[in-house]
């Protein structure tokens, strides 16, 4: 039998993003980016810095990172936060060298 997945209360995701955060930003940010943009597992393991907007705070989902029955470009609108966390994230990857 197949049960649909239940989505965690806002509590629930606060307490998962707090602990987190705790472990490290990597953690922190993977946790905030999935439950704050709704990124498929397959897309998040291929964001790039390219696909940030800031100025009109927008994730930008190129078709090829998309993948289904309807894989089409996906636009996200972010908040302020949600700019500024992606920014962060991709600056920390630039200074390993990972873009």
């Known amino acids: ?6 989505p965690l ?4 995701y606060n307490k998962l993003l707090n602990t987190a955060e705790e472990k490290s930003n990597r953690h922190g940010f993977t946790v905030y980016a999935l439950g704050h943009t709704g ?7 291929r964001l790039s810095c390219e ?3 800031s100025g009109e ?3 930008q989902v190129p078709e090829d990172a998309v993948k289904g029955i309807r894989s ?3 636009s996200i609108p972010l908040s302020e936060e949600g700019v500024e966390r992606f920014e962060e994230f ?3 990857r630039s200074e390993v060298g990972i873009t």
């Open 72 to 74: 089409r470009v996906r």
């Open 51 to 53: 696909w940030l907007d």
């Open 57 to 59: 705070r927008m994730l």
């Open 90 to 92: 991709f600056a920390t």
């Open 39 to 45: 990124l498929r597992g397959s897309e998040f393991s």
């Open 1 to 6: 039998m197949n049960k649909e997945p239940t």
């Open 9 to 12: 209360s806002a509590s629930k």
